[in-house]
């Protein structure tokens, strides 16, 4: 295949090779990752992960289009996805339609992601009406976390189970590309991937979705808080960081940074 990888060609990898996400905010880390991904998620997660905010309700419009622009300059081949932030789909579908404009035409990403089922299924329905492909976020939405007063895991309970059924049908209905499931009970991820015909995207969810999908920072162990259990730390970055630093201090305490190789002599070439 040639060209940015498109939202339709991963809707019809359902149930064939898994899907490889993971979020980028900046630019470095979308060129590093752009090779071995087929999306990258520009997540709401930026408000905690690089501006150090409590929860993804920090997250902004223009904060999410800035990174957006970002990862765009740095990913020339993956499908890049940006979040819409709370408050910007939630409460008409005008205002909806109106932010996943902006968000495709300043950054020239490829797709949106909002969190909800059956409570936004109008609003996907309407951006995807507009042209602009559409990824669902079913089961935890970090974004009701105050609403919901925590974290909590769905699908424990019979309610529960088919209250995500019907989100999940809800989303593939109103014309997603893809959906993530977050943080539920293995099974009913494994379950809900069975049923629905678009690609699911597991997050604390099962190895039976369609793909998965890590934040960056915890997937390279960068993260400096909580590190939630469904993460697995490929890296440590968090070590290498402060023993750099530490390094880096000792030297220039001890004048023995810089060195000659790092200053500039008359005859140095590009002094
Ligand atoms: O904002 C984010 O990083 C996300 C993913 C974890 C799915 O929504
Ligand atoms: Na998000």
């Known amino acids: 295949a040639t060209g940015r990888t498109t939202p339709l060609e991963l809707q019809y990898r359902k149930g064939g090779t898994p899907i490889v996400c993971l979020t980028a905010y900046t630019y470095p880390i979308a060129k590093l990752l752009d090779p071995h991904v087929d999306l990258l998620l520009v997540g709401d997660s930026v408000a905690m992960v690089l501006y150090g905010h409590e929860n993804t309700l920090g997250a902004t419009l223009d904060m999410m289009i800035a990174h957006g622009q970002a990862v765009m300059r740095g990913a020339k081949d993956a499908c890049v996805v940006v979040d819409m932030p709370a408050g910007s789909y939630e409460h008409s579908v005008e205002t909806a339609v109106r932010a996943a404009r902006r968000l495709i035409e300043e950054t020239g990403c490829s797709a949106v992601k909002l969190e909800g089922g059956v409570d936004v299924a109008p609003q996907i329905s309407a951006i995807v009406r507009a042209g602009i492909p559409v990824m669902g976020h079913i089961g935890l939405q970090p974004q009701s976390v105050e609403k919901e ?11 529960d189970v088919a209250a995500l059924i019907r989100d999940a049908e809800a989303v593939e209905k109103a014309g997603a590309f893809s959906v993530v499931i977050e943080g539920t009970i293995e099974r009913v991820a494994a379950d809900i991937t069975a049923r629905i015909g ?23 162990g960068l993260t400096v808080d909580r590190v939630p259990k469904f993460v697995k730390e490929y890296a440590k970055l968090r070590d290498m960081v402060s023993d750099a630093a530490a390094s880096y201090a000792g030297d220039v305490r001890s004048h023995r940074f810089p060195e000659s190789a790092h200053v500039f002599g008359l005859k140095a070439k590009g002094a």
């Open 149 to 159: 007063g925590g974290y909590k895991i769905k699908g424990k309970t019979d309610e």
């Open 198 to 220: 678009i690609p699911t995207i597991g997050i604390g969810a099962s190895v039976a979705c369609d793909g998965q999908i890590l934040v960056i920072d915890d997937a390279i």
